[in-house]
């Protein structure tokens, strides 16, 4: 059974950065694609930063680009987002999430990945 677990959001001001960690556990983390979304009450869950398997690019949300940098560490079952230049839209629940099929072409759809974990809340005051 795959677990996904996000930590390190919180209440910051705008401007400010902060890091997202979701560690995972219970599958070969490293054939697998992975990505970050976030989902604001009332709103559909959207793509924010996503990684391949191998490593070899990443993929950005335009409203995040530039602020965004998202990493991966196979060794560790640890994928992390890190963001800058926070603003208050920024504001929601963000979600670390693996696609189950291993060594797949990357694709941003929700619906590509299987496995989500519980989310953490990241809220940025004006």
């Known amino acids: 059974q795959v677990q996904l677990v996000e930590s390190g959001g919180g209440l910051v001001q705008a401007g400010a950065s902060l890091r997202l960690s979701c560690a995972a556990s219970?599958?070969?983390?490293?054939?697998?694609?992975m990505g970050w979304f976030r989902e604001i009450p009332g709103k559909e869950r959207e793509f924010v930063a996503g990684?391949?398997?191998?490593?070899?690019?990443?993929f950005y949300a335009d409203s995040v680009r530039g602020r965004a940098a998202i990493a991966r560490d196979n060794a560790r079952n640890l994928v992390y987002l890190e963001m800058s230049s926070l603003r208050p839209e920024d504001t929601a629940v963000y979600y670390c999430?693996?696609?189950?099929?291993?060594?797949?072409?990357?694709?941003?759809?929700?619906?590509?990945?299987?496995?989500w974990g519980r989310g953490t809340q990241v809220t940025v005051s004006s």
């Open positions: 990684i391949p398997w191998n490593g070899r690019t990443t």
């Open positions: 219970g599958r070969r983390f490293s054939n697998h694609n």
């Open positions: 999430a693996l696609d189950s099929v291993p060594s797949r072409d990357f694709e941003r759809r929700k619906e590509q990945y299987t496995y």
